[in-house]
């Protein structure tokens, strides 16, 4: 039941398109296409951005998009905005029926 | 529309025994399986343990398996969380969530849980 690996933190400026990764194995994101992600503000319950590698919800902006290959997947936002700034983690089902969550990524719109 | 809320959180003492709370509107309850999420001060997002629509298949998360005890009531829409034997390193704030239902994805907005003498 390892976490996912996500990038600590990572930066972009108004108007740039910026990857977060998410890695995992065999036998999580590279066995389903259930991988999510999530945005999270402070004090906040996390907020579904994507799901099934690349579908967005009804409501969230078409600058995010999702993608896998292999064991990673990839949450690219285009268009960086002020709000976009927060914790970004990334989730996925495992052949264990369980799921695992990343340790998260720090996004600052600088 | 679905709402989840969540009760039972508080500060408890060290080997200490708490029970979590989970009720569920505007959703089928007994179509869904039912997560607890747990997330320490300014931490991760951590999958504490699942149960599905049915109550059959249940599974932990190796850090609380044998401790944590999740179980549903289908006739009331609640999910509840026993947790025993509390550790510091369990103090967080607890959510319950519908995940892998596609767009379908609630959580509730989180219980918080002490664990200090």
Known sequence: QSALTQPASVSGSPGQSITLSCTGTSSDIGFYNYVSWYQQHPGKAPKLMIYDVSNRPSGVSNRFSGSKSGNTASLTISGLQSEDDGDYYCSSYTRSGTWVFGGGTKLTVL | ?117
Request: charged content about 15%; proline content about 3%; some cysteine.
């Open chain 2, 1 to 117: 529309e679905v709402q989840l809320l969540e009760s039972g959180g508080g500060l408890i003492q060290p080997g200490g025994s708490l029970r979590l709370s989970c009720a569920a509107s505007g959703v089928t309850f007994s179509a869904h399986a039912m997560t607890w999420v747990r997330q320490a001060p300014g931490k991760g997002l951590e999958w504490v343990s699942l149960i599905s629509g049915s109550g059959i298949s249940i599974y932990y998360a190796d850090s609380v398996r044998g401790r944590f005890t999740i179980s549903r009531d289908n006739s009331k829409n609640t999910v509840d969380l026993h947790m025993n034997n509390l550790r510091a390193e369990d103090t967080a704030m607890y959510y319950c969530a519908m995940l892998g239902n596609g767009p379908n994805d609630y959580w509730g907005q989180g219980t918080l849980v002490t664990v200090s003498s």
